[in-house]
């Protein structure tokens, strides 16, 4: 029997989301098998090995690109299996698309030719960059897959990753990512305390729950238990937040989001993530 809640976000999930989310909330929270979930996935792997067909809603290209491979990687992570006929392939073409200076860029040219969010236009030839390179070296080397991307990936996340003080959700996740699963544990550690030393500075956590617009809350930025941040959170905090985050489902079942998206179709397949999301870091937590 599914919970009140749960049942509400199926309801959602099955009247709005994309098949992949349908098949993901029944894996995670209903005890479905694992390969339809997979074979969802799937759909979004072209033949250069890359995700895309807007994986990633806010662009519509069909073509790969590094922030739909991102998304693939961590929807296996969180699946707990990282299969290599799917995972081998993706280097492969992150491989195909690094720049000299040893990442890939935040998105590829070709979203250019596609409908849109602003921030997914590019110039002709974009430089590398922590996000998504860094999230994506980092699931590489959690799950120990061995690929000659790595071997450029890695040093470019550690340079770029020294040379930076942005506090922005966006990069700093992805870093984290990175840093908890580099091998030499002692440099990573430092970075995680310089990192969390900026944030306990920046005015980058919403700590009012009733905050509005595109902020992010003590959950999102430690959306585990064992997540780097969570530290910077004491349990009350985390608390109110984390009910907080229960009490913004909607009363269609969903979760909301908090940015304006390109379409009606967006907004939907959006929330169906978000949604997902939600589910997944209350369950973290305990918060039933």
């Known amino acids: 029997m599914l919970s009140q809640r749960l049942q509400l976000a199926q309801d959602y999930i099955l009247h709005n989301a994309r098949q992949l989310e349908r098949r993901l909330f029944a894996y995670h929270f209903t005890?479905?098998?694992?390969?339809?979930?997979?074979s969802a996935l799937r759909a979004y792997q072209n033949p250069d090995g890359g995700f895309g067909d807007?994986?990633?809603?806010?662009?519509?290209?069909?073509?790969?690109?590094?922030?739909?491979?991102?998304m693939a990687l961590q929807i296996l992570d969180q699946l707990g299996v990282f299969p290599v006929e799917m995972v081998r392939p993706a280097a492969d073409f992150l491989l195909s698309i690094t720049t000299p200076e040893g990442g890939v860029p935040f998105v590829l040219p070709s979203a250019n030719d596609y409908p849109g969010a602003p921030w997914w236009r590019t110039e002709p030839n974009p430089p590398a960059s922590l996000n998504?390179?860094?999230?994506?070296?980092?699931?590489?080397?959690?799950?120990?897959?061995?690929?000659?991307?790595?071997?450029?990936?890695?040093?470019?996340?550690?340079?770029?990753?020294?040379?930076?003080?942005?506090?922005?959700?966006?990069?700093?996740?992805?870093?984290?990512?990175?840093?908890?699963?580099?091998?030499?544990?002692e440099r990573a550690e430092t970075q995680i305390?310089?990192?969390?030393?900026?944030?306990?500075?920046?005015?980058?956590?919403?700590?009012?729950?009733?905050?509005?617009?595109?902020?992010?809350?003590?959950?999102?930025?430690?959306?585990?238990?064992?997540?780097?941040?969570?530290?910077?959170?004491?349990?009350?905090?985390?608390?109110?937040?984390?009910?907080?985050?229960?009490?913004?489902?909607?009363?269609?079942?969903?979760?909301?989001?908090?940015?304006?998206?390109?379409?009606a179709v967006v907004a939907a397949e959006w929330r169906g993530w978000a949604t997902l999301q939600a589910l997944l870091t209350l369950r973290a937590y305990g918060h039933e």
């Not at 005890?31 to 997979?38: C, D, I, Q, V």
């Not at 662009?59 to 739909?68: L, M, Y």
């Open 31 to 38: 005890g479905r098998a694992l390969e339809p979930a997979l």
């Open 54 to 70: 807007a994986l990633e809603p806010d662009k519509r290209d069909p073509h790969s690109q590094p922030v739909d491979t991102e």
């Open 132 to 185: 998504p390179t860094a999230t994506l070296a980092g699931l590489l080397l959690k799950h120990r897959v061995e690929h000659p991307w790595l071997e450029r990936a890695v040093p470019f996340c550690w340079k770029a990753i020294a040379e930076t003080e942005t506090a922005q959700f966006h990069d700093i996740m992805p870093m984290l990512t990175f840093l908890q699963h580099a091998p030499e544990r």
């Open 193 to 263: 305390e310089r990192i969390r030393a900026r944030l306990r500075m920046a005015d980058v956590i919403a700590y009012d729950p009733a905050a509005a617009g595109y902020t992010k809350f003590p959950p999102d930025w430690a959306p585990v238990p064992t997540h780097p941040l969570r530290s910077l959170f004491s349990d009350e905090v985390m608390q109110a937040h984390l009910d907080a985050l229960a009490q913004r489902q909607q009363p269609d079942g969903g979760w909301p989001i908090t940015w304006e998206p390109i379409s």
